[in-house]
């Protein structure tokens, strides 16, 4: 069994759930915090149980909003982390946060407590735009957020931001794409707006309340944010994300190598073993299990053969470092090049592929059609 090495420990609790968001997350369960962490350190005890002291390069905390929890309990939890497991001493601590959840007080305690870099959904720089995407805070205040971490000495910081909103302007999104560099953030996620089913925002789309943004006009936008982020130091290494040099996400690329890794909380994924699996999505089932001592599976499944192989694909495909083929060979028994040879020509003739260095690679443009391309190269399941 390959080890994992990175953890990721799911905070469920909102100040208010986003009309966008389809992660598992609640709003006004506050008092279920106090039970919501006892049952975390049982889950990480069961981990241990499962997988050994193993070496951890990178713990993410997400959620939700896990800076909803007081920074005791977060502290309590990576206290948990520690005496369990072998944290590197530089391992990678991250802790997602809105802003308007914390302040100056509770980055120091953040940082005291072993975190070493915030990702800060900032989302949008523009107050109209944050509106409409149901935000708590203000552009003010996420400009703020970005200054008082760096002033609690959380030097690492990650900002998420969010495009192709309904009647979004190019000139509106450089702004905020403008006022990110000037932050002058070691990270940056740029994500285009999802419509996902159930959410709120998908019933107003089915109204006709909401149009979504054209697939040329989204196409122009990501195209403007690669240009306008690297003209900023900020280096495109995945799809969506960009990093100063030394400054990828280093817990993500765990995901984008499909590597193993442990999930903890509600609704969190894990991958052990060959075995994906998530834990039931739920805050009352989620503890009541923890207080019998067992885990409740929302899923899990063993992925072997095809699936497997598709699912390395699809995700390695996401860096801009693209799929090493020796290893997906190695890991997959599968000659990549040699299976999918018409299919690659096709692609690398349409400008979407390039093949080189023993590595398949998404072009710009390819990355811009990403879901399309890997379609087309994915093993059905009986081959």
């Not at 193993?260 to 009541?288: C, M, N």
């Not at 999918?340 to 400008?351: F, P, V, Y």
Request: net charge negative.
């Amino acid at each position: 069994m390959v080890l994992p090495r990175a953890l990721y420990i799911h905070i469920p609790f909102c100040r208010r759930k986003c009309p966008y968001c389809d992660f598992y997350s609640v709003a006004g369960e506050d008092h279920a915090i106090g039970a919501y962490v006892e049952a975390l350190v049982r889950d990480l005890r069961h981990a241990r149980a499962e997988v050994g002291s193993v070496d951890l390069d990178t713990i993410y905390l997400g959620g939700g909003t896990p800076t909803v929890l007081p920074p005791d309990r977060i502290a309590h939890v990576l206290e948990a982390c520690g005496r369990l497991f072998r944290v590197r001493a530089n391992a990678e601590i991250t802790c997602e946060c809105n802003p308007g959840t914390v302040g100056p007080p509770a980055l120091r305690e953040l940082r005291a407590a072993g975190v070493n870099r915030l990702s800060i959904g900032v989302q949008s720089f523009r107050d109209e735009e944050l509106r409409f995407l149901g935000r708590i805070h203000s552009a003010d205040q996420g400009r703020q957020a970005v200054r008082q971490a760096r002033e609690a000495g959380l030097g690492e910081v990650s900002l998420d931001l969010i495009y192709c909103l309904p009647g979004q302007t190019a000139g509106a999104w450089e702004e905020s794409l403008d006022q990110a560099r000037q932050l002058a953030p070691n990270h940056v996620s740029a994500y285009c707006l999802q419509v996902e089913p159930g959410t709120p925002l998908a019933a107003r789309v089915k109204a006709g309340e909401v149009r979504p943004m054209p697939d040329d006009d989204q196409a122009d936008l990501y195209a403007r944010t690669i240009e306008c982020l690297e003209a900023g130091g900020l280096i495109q290494y995945e799809i969506s994300n960009f990093g100063r040099r030394g400054s990828p996400c280093q817990h993500n690329l765990t995901y984008w190598r499909n590597q193993p890794h442990l999930g903890a909380g509600a609704g969190a994924w894990g991958f052990v073993d060959g075995e994906r699996r998530q834990q039931v999505a739920d805050i009352s089932a989620y503890i009541a299990g923890w207080r019998a001592g067992e885990p409740r599976w929302a899923y899990r499944e063993v992925c072997s053969g095809t699936s497997a192989a598709n699912e390395t694909l699809m995700m390695g495909l996401r860096l801009c470092e693209g799929l090493s083929l020796p290893e997906f060979r190695a890991r997959h028994n599968i000659d990549l090049a040699a299976a999918r040879r018409a299919e690659i020509d096709r692609l690398s003739a349409q400008g979407h592929v390039s093949l080189g260095d023993d590595r398949l690679r998404l072009t710009r443009a390819g990355m811009a059609v990403a879901g399309e391309v890997v379609a087309l190269l994915a093993f059905d399941e009986e081959e």
